[in-house]
């Protein structure tokens, strides 16, 4: 359970932050940065949800969660030493990965096939949807270059790839099953 009785501490003053091991790292770290844009990944998804009702909205509410378990998960190096925690450490499951294609596989079914990119836009919810899929794309990036430095749990990663699609099927989802997508016609302002 966590308690917050105060927020500010001060001990971020100097540019380190504390990890969830206990060990202090530069706020600009590979790591903090890759949290961090989990972290703005889900306030997107909080404005998305302005927009949002029924389904869709629990849905993103389920993400939400989701990525408050995947910045825990990032924020806690060291995978191997887990069991030294004293507790069980949160790290992103298969299952969430699996849940993920699940919903898209059917939010999909739904959709006629693409003949053309779609741009970013339509319905205030499809754009939304498109701000998350990018920013998630970003926080993917910025994982799987960590991973290059660091242990990362490879589910973290594959979750966020398959939640960055999910954003994009949502997406034309939001845009009325797709028929008020906006298609990229190439060259059109020449």
């Not at 060291?78 to 299952?95: F, K």
Request: some cysteine.
């Amino acid at each position: 359970m966590v308690v917050l009785s105060k927020i500010y501490t001060k001990t971020g003053d100097a540019g380190e932050t504390a990890l969830g091991n206990g060990a202090r790292v530069a706020k600009h770290s590979p790591r903090v940065a890759a949290y961090g844009t989990v972290d703005e990944t889900n306030a997107f998804v909080g404005l998305a949800r302005q927009h949002s009702e029924g389904e869709m909205d629990v849905a993103l509410q389920r993400i939400q969660n989701d990525l408050f378990d995947l910045g825990a998960d990032l924020c806690r190096p060291d995978m191997e030493r887990d069991h030294e925690a004293g507790y069980v450490p949160l790290r992103i499951l298969a299952s969430q990965v699996e849940r993920l294609e699940s919903e898209i596989d059917a939010m999909n079914s739904r959709l006629q096939p693409l003949r053309s990119f779609i741009l970013p836009g339509g319905s205030p919810l499809a754009a939304q949807l498109h701000v998350c899929r990018t920013v998630c794309r970003r926080a993917e990036r910025l994982a799987v270059e960590l991973a290059t430095m660091e242990e990362v749990n490879p589910e973290a990663v594959k979750y966020l790839n398959r939640l960055s699609d999910w954003f994009f099927v949502a997406g034309r989802i939001a845009n009325d099953d797709g028929r008020d997508d906006v298609l990229w016609v190439p060259g059109a302002t020449r």
